[in-house]
T-cell receptor, first 111, second 113 residues
Framework: DQQVKQNSPSLSVQEGRISILNCDYTNSMFDYFLWYKKYPAEGPTFLISISSIKDKNEDGRFTVFLNKSAKHLSLHIVPSQPGDSAVYFCAARWEGGKLIFGQGTELSVKP | DVKVTQSSRYLVKRTGEKVFLECVQDMDHENMFWYRQDPGLGLRLIYFSYDVKMKEKGDIPEGYSVSREKKERFSLILESASTNQTSMYLC????????????FGSGTRLTVV
């Protein structure tokens, strides 16, 4: 059973606009949530994280929102740039630090 | 910068072969992980290790084994490669506490023919 779900396999956005990537989870014991970015033929790289005791974390153009009652988190990228085009994975942490990943969303930012 | 190095970027093997995927990290991390990435399935955990000589099964360990004889090296072994093991394999490492998650290698694209 998929504990972390990204229901949108792809998203296309115009340069300069906002990109919103969504992630749902089922386990309320997760203590940290993370977003990773992956370019083709490279490993995922850490982007931003949020503790389960917070509802928002911001880092430059990237903001992650956590809604614990809905078991939902989202990543906002404002403004979107063509270099943001990549696959984005959300991940949840539990049980001694294991990360459970979602299926990924491929973001395409068009000039 | 932490470096996680996977020995091969691309590998082609025949069905039934024994395959070794090597991963080395240079930051003295305690924890190491092997994932595979498949379209529509995301990253799935195969095996992980929190210490030398220690290993734990992840979500999809069937058909795989691992070895961790030294802290910096974590090897994934496909005992008898099959076509359904064609995938992108990603190694990762982390230290305690893991506030910032894992550092990943660049991946090995394995094709089993």
């Amino acid at each position: 059973d998929q504990q972390v779900k990204q229901n949108s396999p792809s998203l296309s956005v115009q340069e300069g606009r906002i990109s919103i990537l969504n992630c749902d989870y089922t386990n309320s014991m997760f203590d940290y949530f993370l977003w990773y970015k992956k370019y083709p033929a490279e490993g995922p790289t850490f982007l931003i994280s949020i503790s389960s005791i917070k509802d928002k974390n911001e880092d430059g153009r990237f903001t992650v929102f956590l809604n614990k009652s809905a078991k939902h988190l989202s990543l906002h990228i404002v403004p979107s740039q063509p270099g943001d085009s990549a696959v984005y994975f959300c991940a949840a942490r539990w049980e001694g630090g294991k990360l459970i990943f979602g299926q990924g969303t491929e973001l395409s930012v068009k000039p | 910068d932490v470096k996680v190095t996977q020995s091969s970027r691309y590998l082609v093997k025949r069905t039934g072969e024994k395959v070794f995927l090597e991963c080395v990290q240079d930051m003295d991390h305690e924890n190491m992980f092997w994932y595979r990435q498949d379209p529509g399935l995301g990253l799935r955990l195969i095996y992980f290790s929190y210490d030398v000589k220690m290993k734990e099964k992840g979500d999809i360990p069937e058909g795989y084994s691992v070895s961790r004889e030294k802290k910096e090296r974590f090897s994934l072994i496909l005992e008898s490669a099959s076509t359904n093991q064609t995938s992108m394999y990603l190694c990762a490492s982390s230290s305690q506490p893991q506030v910032y998650g894992y550092t990943f290698g660049s991946g090995t694209r394995l094709t089993v023919v």
